[in-house]
């Protein structure tokens, strides 16, 4: 039921959006434990929202060792939609001696059936 929830929506979603959306089917817990097990076999990315709300989003070509989901999030201030920007981002460099696991770059503004 969640991961159905997750393929027929276009954006991120955080825990309250799929607890309405399955409108008591499934009690708070058993979503939480649901989004843990589908993070951990990489079928889902976390995203933390400028808001301090963690949504959830599909993968691409993850797996439960690796998330490959490195790309920009984009949060409507009206709409409150977050959204995945396939686009690559300019990202900042970083002194040889670092070495980065991953980039996270949270954007918010207006979607464009806000705008």
């Known amino acids: 039921m969640v991961m159905s929830v997750f393929e027929k929506s276009e954006s991120a979603l955080c825990h309250e959006d799929i607890e309405k959306q399955l409108s008591g089917q499934l009690d708070r817990v058993t979503i939480y434990r649901i989004l843990q097990g589908f993070y951990e076999d990489g079928k889902i990315h976390k995203i933390i929202g400028d808001n301090s709300k963690t949504y959830y989003a599909l993968c ?3 797996d439960h060792e690796h998330h490959s989901d490195n790309h920009p999030h984009f949060r409507c201030i009206n709409c ?17 001696e670092y070495s980065v696991s991953s ?9 464009p059936k806000c705008r």
């Open 60 to 62: 691409r070509n993850c």
């Open 80 to 96: 409150n939609t977050v959204t995945c920007i396939k686009e690559s981002l300019s990202t900042q460099k970083v002194p040889a």
């Open 103 to 111: 980039v996270s770059t949270f954007i918010s503004g207006f979607c």
